[in-house]
């Protein structure tokens, strides 16, 4: 889902004048700020949706790797009769 919402895109702002900026910026005549600046994309909903992203896959990571952990502590407790409480 937050994949999908980082390619949301401004609707105030002009293609036409998006476009021309980025052929501006190529050949010098304003600087690469101005022109992101110009582009379609709402550069903050989209750093906004990326780190809400990257927090959301770091827990998944953590509780995926914890989880794993538990069920082999659990599989060989029961494989090998081993006693996993402190």
């Not at 702002?13 to 021309?20: F, P, S, T």
């Not at 990326?50 to 914890?66: D, E, I, K, Q």
Request: no cysteine.
């Amino acid at each position: 889902m937050a994949d999908q919402r980082r390619y949301g895109f401004h609707q105030g702002k002009d293609a036409r004048a998006a476009m021309q900026a980025r052929y501006d910026s190529v050949f010098g005549k304003i600087n690469k700020e101005t022109a992101i600046d110009k582009e379609l994309a709402d550069k903050e909903q989209n750093d906004f949706v990326m780190s809400v992203g990257r927090r959301h896959y770091v827990r998944v990571l953590f509780a995926r790797v914890f989880s794993w952990q538990f069920f082999v502590d659990v599989a060989s407790s029961i494989l090998f009769r081993v006693d996993i409480s402190p």
